[in-house]
């Protein structure tokens, strides 16, 4: 069982940064890809970024390349959405998501919604014009 805690949220103007954190509990989290995903007002949610159980392959959606980097700190046990240039359009409830335990697949960054098995309560992000 793994726990998710986003902090980071808020309200800011366009072109400034926030950064996203996910606290998760438990002692496997290297073992976990994780992922980002976000929910615009009466739109679906959709996927964001991910990363790999190590770190080092990631994965950005192409609204965001450019603009979002997602990284992670295994000794934490935290995973981060550092989000520059922010428009209007990124206004949404960002979520954080574990997909694993994973065994082996040290480059799995997963994209699907359906791929997550742990998800956490979600943090606003608004921007505004």
């Known amino acids: 069982q793994v726990q998710l805690v986003e902090s980071g949220g808020g309200l800011v103007q366009a072109g400034a940064s926030l950064r996203l954190s996910c606290a998760a509990s438990?002692?496997?989290?290297?073992?976990?890809?994780m992922g980002w995903f976000r929910q615009a007002p009466g739109k679906e949610r959709d996927f964001v970024a991910a990363?790999?159980?190590?770190?080092?392959?990631?994965d950005v959606a192409d609204s965001v390349k450019g603009r979002f980097t997602i990284s992670r700190d295994n000794g934490k046990n935290t995973v981060y959405l550092q989000m520059n240039s922010l428009k209007p359009d990124d206004t949404a409830v960002y979520y954080c998501?574990?997909?694993?335990?994973?065994?082996?697949?040290?480059?799995?960054?997963?994209?699907?919604?359906?791929?997550?098995?742990?998800w956490g309560q979600g943090t606003q992000v608004t921007v505004s014009s």
């Open positions: 438990g002692r496997t989290f290297s073992r976990y890809a």
């Open positions: 990363v790999s159980r190590s770190g080092d392959t990631t």
């Open positions: 998501a574990a997909d694993g335990p994973v065994v082996g697949a040290y480059s799995y960054t997963p994209r699907r919604e359906s791929e997550y098995d742990y």
